[in-house]
């Protein structure tokens, strides 16, 4: 078996599921019991970083939180109340951070977003709520039946802030055009 963790997916123009159109999906799991990723390139409308740690209390602390603020991304449709955080390695928590890749850890503990708000945490690193998740096999078959592409990761284009060019940027590690995969394409 094939493992894609560590890897991209990348939605095909004709995804039949709205909640995955256009999306980058940054795979932190996959094996014989399934799989799992998190979106890197869909924001949550209105909601911001600040107001996660507002929610939690965590900006109640002693210290005044030393970070900018960010967008809070939609990781997946699973467990949408759930926050993870992908960051890069200099963060490292023994029992909570599993790393994924060279460049990549993940940590879904309230722990991170402290440090984070402490200015003590990741020097990079991206929050997102809920996750994607496939059952054993799921993912396969939906690759097989091209809903999905997959290439190495890229840490920058995992941790850059700009969402909106992110899906053209992973298509075109791919050497795709995006355009040139839509089925129904305009006439002049």
Not at 80 to 96: C, E, I, N, Q, W
């Amino acid at each position: 078996m094939i493992s894609f963790k560590g890897q991209f997916l990348v939605a095909m123009p004709e995804m039949g599921d709205e909640r995955f159109r256009g999306t980058v999906i940054y795979m932190v799991g996959h094996g014989d019991e399934g799989a799992m990723g998190l979106v890197i390139n869909q924001p949550v409308e209105d909601m911001r970083f600040i107001d996660v740690l507002e929610e939690l209390g965590i900006s109640q602390s002693d210290q005044p939180i030393q970070m900018p603020d960010r967008e809070v991304l939609r990781g997946g449709p699973v467990q949408k109340g759930r926050g993870f955080v992908l960051h890069s390695p200099d963060y490292f928590a023994t029992d909570s951070t599993l790393t994924i890749d060279d460049g990549i850890c993940l940590t879904a503990t309230v722990d991170i977003l402290k440090a984070i708000a402490n200015g003590e945490g990741p020097l990079k690193s991206i929050f997102a709520l809920g996750y994607s998740g496939w059952s054993p096999g799921q993912l396969e078959s939906e690759i097989h039946a091209n809903g999905w592409l997959h290439c190495p990761a890229d840490v920058n284009l995992v941790f850059d802030p700009e969402l909106e060019s992110k899906y053209a940027r992973a298509m075109a590690k791919i050497g795709i055009d995006p355009s040139h995969l839509v089925a129904d394409a305009g006439h002049a």
